[in-house]
């Protein structure tokens, strides 16, 4: 069983920053693929970035290429992602997940954490 804990969302202007970080209850943290997901007021969830175990390979949403970095610490059992640059419709609810090499889908989810990006 993992538990996922998201923190650092907040208000913040179009053109600023945030960094949202997750810490994960888990026994062995650096077995699991990490993924951060979004849902925007009215619509449903969507992807924005994931990290394999080791923090090598990354993939990222078209809509956040370039302006998010995401990246982990497996001796801190955290994972994070930098997102810059941010524009109003980056507005959503910001969610953690995790998953291990038996699962193609995310098994594990935060409760989520509110980012707002105003004008």
């Known amino acids: 069983q993992v538990t996922l804990v998201e923190s650092g969302g907040g208000m913040v202007q179009a053109g600023g920053s945030l960094r949202l970080s997750c810490a994960a209850s888990?026994?062995?943290?650096?077995?699991?693929?990490m993924g951060w997901f979004r849902q925007a007021p009215g619509k449903e969830r969507e992807f924005v970035a994931s990290?394999?175990?080791?923090?090598?390979?990354?993939n990222y949403a078209d809509s956040v290429k370039g302006r998010f970095i995401i990246s982990r610490d497996n001796i801190k059992k955290s994972v994070y992602v930098q997102m810059n640059s941010l524009k109003p419709e980056d507005t959503a609810v910001y969610y953690c997940?995790?998953?291990?090499?038996?699962?193609?889908?995310?098994?594990?989810w935060g409760q989520g954490t509110l980012v707002t990006v105003s004008e």
């Open positions: 997940a995790a998953r291990d090499a038996d699962h193609e889908q995310f098994q594990y």
């Open positions: 888990a026994r062995s943290f650096s077995i699991y693929f």
């Open positions: 990290i394999d175990w080791r923090g090598v390979t990354t």
